[in-house]
């Protein structure tokens, strides 16, 4: 990885035409190998994926413990990072007979959401949240998954450092209902309000809890409930008769597979596009080589290469490959990878790449005001 100032000083020099083309060469590669075998890669992820939860469950009955947690905790993990999110990001769409369940169109819609995806959050907020606003607008204030703005209520606060850490540590286990689910929802209501020609004057996060507000009851209705009703009553009374004492089981270990699942999540994610070597921008950019070179400058990597590897990364480990193409398969970040980062060396763009808890303590330092990120000169 290059030194920050080179990252800086790269910035402005990069040929953003050459850059886009250099790219394409790729895309195009990658879109002439794509077909039945990146089917069956998804399949098999999914296999996997619930392999961990029926496992997790078969054993959660007899005590409450942490080993089914975290097989129920990567189940969980699975559906969202390496189902729902290729497959809503259109990852399959284009593939041949790929079944309509598998699709953008038809995955996780109407009864099939839990089956498909049973979380916090629908389908619809995480994909105008998540697909629309943040891929398109990366580092800037638009991006509703700025880490350096939404946390500046606890850069600027006067707490005392040590209370900063312990805030962040309780939110990690709690973040995906208290963040991404009234955010999501958010961001859903204020696009549907301007699809219908109606005025938004309502954009902060007021009364999202609030059985007195509207978006607050359809928040319950929508995300909040159901979930509840499915995962914390539905699959602990499937095992009443094996007795109370199994379904009492199956709950607690339930909720501890909730507190795993936020964690491994937020490790994964949030240090995704944060650290004081990440740029964050203030104009809109424009053109294609311009967005690309902002989605390498504002995403980083984890280790990559296997299966195996990327199975407990939900393949957000190839973020920077994603953000460039987040409309193709899963399995071609694996081919791409090596490209992407020789186009970056030929055009000397940083292309970041380090261990997770490295970029984790990166973000942690973002979060609590001790680094900031970087910024265009």
Not at 22 to 47: A, N, S, T
Not at 184 to 199: F, N
């Given at each position: ?5 080179q ?27 794509v ?13 996997w994926?619930?392999?961990c ?6 054993t ?6 942490p ?9 969980s ?9 290729p ?16 699709t953008?169109?038809k ?14 959050v629908?389908?619809?907020g995480?994909?105008?949240?998540h697909d629309?606003?943040?891929h ?7 991006d509703?998954?700025?880490l ?5 209520w606890l850069?600027q ?7 900063r ?14 963040y ?6 958010k961001?859903?209501i ?6 219908q ?27 909040i409930?159901p979930?509840i ?16 004492s ?12 909730e507190v ?5 999540s937020?490790?994964?994610i949030?240090?995704?596009?944060a650290g004081?070597?990440v ?16 989605q ?6 984890y ?12 393949w957000?480990?190839?973020q ?27 055009h ?8 997770v ?11 609590v ?9």
């Amino acid at each position: 990885m290059m030194p920050m100032h080179q990252s800086l000083s790269s910035y402005q020099s990069v040929d953003r035409k050459q850059l886009a083309k250099d790219l394409d060469v790729i895309h195009d590669d990658i879109l002439l190998r794509v077909g039945e075998e990146d089917f069956q890669h998804l399949k098999k992820m999914e296999r996997w994926g619930r392999a961990c939860s029926c496992l997790g469950y078969a054993t959660a009955w007899i005590i409450p413990n942490p080993i089914s947690a975290l097989l129920i905790s990567q189940g969980s993990f699975t559906r969202w990072t390496q189902m729902t999110h290729p497959i809503v990001h259109k990852g399959y769409d284009k593939l041949p007979n790929v079944p309509d369940s598998y699709t953008s169109k038809k995955f996780a819609q109407g009864w099939r959401r839990f089956i498909d995806w049973p979380d916090w959050v629908t389908p619809a907020g995480w994909h105008q949240e998540h697909d629309v606003l943040h891929h398109y607008n990366l580092g800037e204030k638009r991006d509703p998954d700025h880490l350096q703005h939404n946390m500046e209520w606890l850069r600027q606060s006067k707490m005392p450092m040590f209370l900063r850490f312990i805030v962040i540590a309780l939110f990690t286990t709690i973040w995906k209902i208290t963040y991404y689910t009234p955010r999501t929802h958010k961001e859903l209501i204020i696009s549907q309000a301007r699809q219908q020609g109606k005025p938004v004057t309502d954009t902060s996060n007021a009364g999202s809890w609030s059985l007195f507000t509207a978006k607050g009851r359809a928040l319950w209705a929508q995300s909040i409930l159901p979930y509840i009703a499915f995962r914390f009553v539905f699959l602990p009374l499937l095992f009443l008769p094996l007795g109370e004492s199994a379904v009492i089981s199956v709950l607690f270990t339930s909720i501890i597979a909730e507190v795993f699942t936020n964690m491994h999540s937020f490790l994964v994610i949030v240090p995704n596009h944060a650290g004081d070597d990440v740029m964050m921008f203030e104009q809109r950019g424009k053109g294609r080589g311009e967005f690309y070179l902002r989605q390498i400058l504002g995403s980083v990597n984890y280790p990559t290469g296997s299966d195996r590897n990327d199975f407990f990364y939900g393949w957000l480990n190839y973020q920077v490959e994603h953000h460039l193409w987040p409309d193709v398969p899963l399995s071609q970040y694996q081919y791409a990878q090596p490209k992407v980062r020789a186009v970056c060396a030929k055009h000397g763009i940083p292309y970041c790449q380090q261990s997770v808890f490295k970029r984790l303590f990166k973000a942690i330092d973002i979060m609590v005001g001790r680094t900031s990120m970087l910024k265009p000169v």
